[in-house]
């Protein structure tokens, strides 16, 4: 954590009087429990301040915040504040550049530097704690409501998968601790996570039914826009269930494509061994170690990376790697 910057960032936040918080496209949990997070923390300190968050909004996270959609004059002037993105091309707005300052806020590997002010730190395990560390290194003079906390439990609960995955460590439980005192009311969030519609509990059946396997230990799955059709499930809501497909014990790796916008073609890579971000940099993707997502532009092209994965899996059972 770098104490600095984070005060840096304070007094920037401080002497601005519009401030436009910026998350990436199809935004995940962290992406708008951060911006809404961060833009409670801001009002609650200084009520006559403007902050607004941009971009898309999604079934999943909409009873967060719903972003807003905003003129070019809005920019004007403004501080932007853009969460939860490595890189510029993939943030939900892109007049960014006609605000008056930008600051980059984020978690992942930093492949692209932009922004006037960035701090990244890849040791957080999602964006939401480092609005966490902001607000408490700044404690004396932050403030945060119960939405706040529950936004930022939100993003910290998504992105680390309830706790699980690598990146959590004290730091992260003494955050959050944080969240408690302030009297988060996590029950509504809980609730929100573990329920499932009826028609993606059938679709869930059908994956755990029709999923494929590589000789190595790589499990995949191909949602097809049929499959969005025959279940009466958005895109969004058939691709939340990846981990369906990490249960098994000799499958260290497991991949869910789905076809995008245009045909498009995407993957969400999941590891619990190798890791598995250099492969999807290879596949115009990227992320973090053991979660990462590839853009593969044709249906083609899938079968190249399921026998690259099954390689790094081989490689990984071997003890390769
Ligand atoms: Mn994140």
């Given at each position: 954590m770098n104490k600095t910057k984070l005060k840096q960032i304070y007094t920037k936040i401080e002497s601005y009087d519009k401030i436009i918080i910026i998350p990436h496209r199809r935004p995940d949990g962290d992406a708008i429990g951060t911006s809404f997070g961060l833009k409670d923390i801001i009002v609650t300190t200084w009520p006559n301040k403007t902050v607004h968050v941009v971009g898309e909004s999604s079934d999943f996270t909409s009873f967060i915040g719903i972003p807003e959609e905003l003129d070019d004059d809005a920019f004007k002037g403004a501080l932007a504040i853009a969460v939860d993105t490595a890189n510029k091309d993939r943030l939900a707005d892109q007049r960014f550049d006609q605000a008056d300052f930008l600051i980059k806020i984020d978690h992942h590997v930093d492949v692209q530097q932009y922004g006037d002010i960035a701090y990244v730190d890849t040791g957080r395990p999602a964006a939401a704690l480092i609005i966490l560390d902001l607000f408490l290194v700044n404690q004396d003079k932050l403030k945060m409501s119960k939405d706040g906390a529950k936004a930022l439990y939100f993003g910290i609960l998504t992105d680390t998968g309830r706790f699980k995955y690598d990146g959590v460590d004290g730091d992260t439980f003494r955050s959050v601790a944080t969240l408690f005192d302030i009297g988060l009311e996590k029950?509504?969030?809980?609730?929100?996570?573990?329920?499932?519609?009826?028609?993606?509990?059938?679709?869930?059946?059908?994956?755990?039914?029709?999923?494929?396997?590589?000789?190595?230990?790589?499990?995949?799955?191909?949602?097809?826009?049929?499959?969005?059709?025959k279940f009466s499930v958005s895109l969004e809501e058939a691709s939340s269930l990846v981990n369906e497909l990490g249960v098994f014990e000799e499958y260290p790796i497991w991949l869910l494509f789905a076809e995008y916008e245009e045909g498009i073609v995407r993957c969400r890579m999941r590891s619990k061994g190798p890791r598995i971000d250099l492969l999807a940099n290879k596949y115009d993707g990227g992320g973090h170690k053991m979660a990462s997502g590839a853009s593969l532009g044709t249906w083609k092209r899938t079968k190249l990376l399921i026998e690259d994965a099954d390689e790094l899996a081989k490689q990984f059972k071997e003890g390769s790697l």
């Open positions: 029950k509504e969030i809980h609730a929100h996570l573990d329920q499932r519609t009826e028609e993606l509990t059938r679709f869930k059946g059908y994956l755990l039914q029709h999923y494929k396997k590589t000789k190595n230990g790589v499990v995949y799955f191909k949602i097809k826009p049929r499959h969005l059709k």
